[in-house]
């Protein structure tokens, strides 16, 4: 863990804000690769992940971008409310589960609302490389949030093209077909943004014959299916390793639950997105809904902190 001293907070757009981080007890921070985050523990006990928007090649500070969601759970809307210059908070070394191939083939870029800040950390460091991009960035904002950033790299790199398209969907004239039939089927893309601009936009690819492989994505947030389930019933968790059996029904959160019973399971999005939850079970169904492990993974692991038991059991590897 690394302490930071709050050190610059400067308002991107209405309802986003960029802040600078500088090391307390070391000159220089830990390097990342674009598309990294870094997890933010709160004063008020909330861990967040938060995408680095920082100069790659500058290690002196780390800068994140923060979107006042007015569905904060206590994270955006603390940050927003009552960060202060100088405040100190803990932070992780930076992790990526959204990195940049490492061809020199065009990549294309996309873009929606917050999901500009990996995309970010991205444009810059293929305006660095000089490499072929093109980047399309949706937001409702008439203030663009990171244009000035957006420019200064463009004009680094011949190489590259933006587009933004302000307000809604069906207003904005963004193209997802047109854009791609610009482009040779299987160019490496990028997406971030909510589920269903992600999902419209992977759709969309693989209806135009891309394959998964080239189709890179990270939500920002989970919108989980609605389910119908027994509040009821019992069920149970099976500790392997002690054979404790908890009761538990089909609404309660397995973290929480498992947390309550003395297990230990750190938890930061809430909404499975970020895996620090990720849990190894050898038995039973579960209701998956996080957004980072894929079928294959399913059979094996899930994310307690948004996944439902299915089954009359699931026994845990814990």
């Known amino acids: 863990m690394i302490d930071v001293r709050v050190q610059q907070i400067r308002y991107e757009s209405d ?3 960029s802040i600078q981080l500088y090391p307390i007890h070391s000159k220089l921070l830990p ?5 990294a985050h870094i997890d933010v523990h709160l004063p008020n006990g909330k861990v967040r992940q938060y995408s680095l928007i920082s100069p790659l090649q500058d290690r002196r500070y780390y800068e994140i971008g923060v979107l006042n969601d007015p569905k904060s759970k206590g994270g955006s809307r603390y940050i927003h409310q009552m960060l202060k210059v100088g405040d100190q908070l803990t932070i ?3 992790r990526n589960l959204f990195e940049l191939d490492d061809t020199d083939q065009k990549v294309l870029l996309f873009a929606g609302g917050i ?3 990996p995309i970010l950390s991205m444009w810059s460091s293929l305006a660095i490389d000089q490499r072929k991009c093109e980047l399309h960035y949706c937001t409702r904002q008439m203030t663009v949030p990171f244009l000035d950033r957006i420019d200064t790299f463009k004009i680094m790199n011949s190489d590259s093209q933006y587009m933004t398209y302000i307000g809604n969907k069906d207003s904005n004239g963004f193209n997802i077909v047109e854009i791609l039939h610009h482009s040779a089927i299987n160019t490496h893309i990028y997406v971030c943004g909510s589920l269903g601009f992600i999902q419209y936009i992977e759709d969309t690819a693989l209806a135009m014959h891309w394959h998964k492989h080239f189709i890179h994505k990270e939500c920002f947030k989970n919108s989980e299916t609605i389910l119908e389930l027994d509040s009821t019933e019992e069920h149970f968790l099976e500790i392997v390793s002690t054979g404790h059996k908890i009761p538990l029904q089909q609404t309660d959160n397995i973290a929480e639950v498992l947390n309550e019973a003395g297990y230990t399971v750190p938890m930061s999005c809430e909404q499975g997105i970020c895996g620090t939850c990720t849990l190894h079970y050898i038995e039973g169904e579960l209701y998956h809904q ?11 692991l899930f994310t307690p902190c948004c996944s439902k038991i299915k089954s009359k059991k699931i026994v845990i590897d814990l």
């Open 115 to 117: 999901g500009i800040t």
């Open 92 to 94: 992780s070394e930076p």
């Open 290 to 300: 996080d957004m980072i492990l894929n079928e294959q993974e399913h059979m094996t």
């Open 31 to 35: 390097s990342f690769n674009s598309g």
């Open 15 to 17: 309802n986003i804000v």
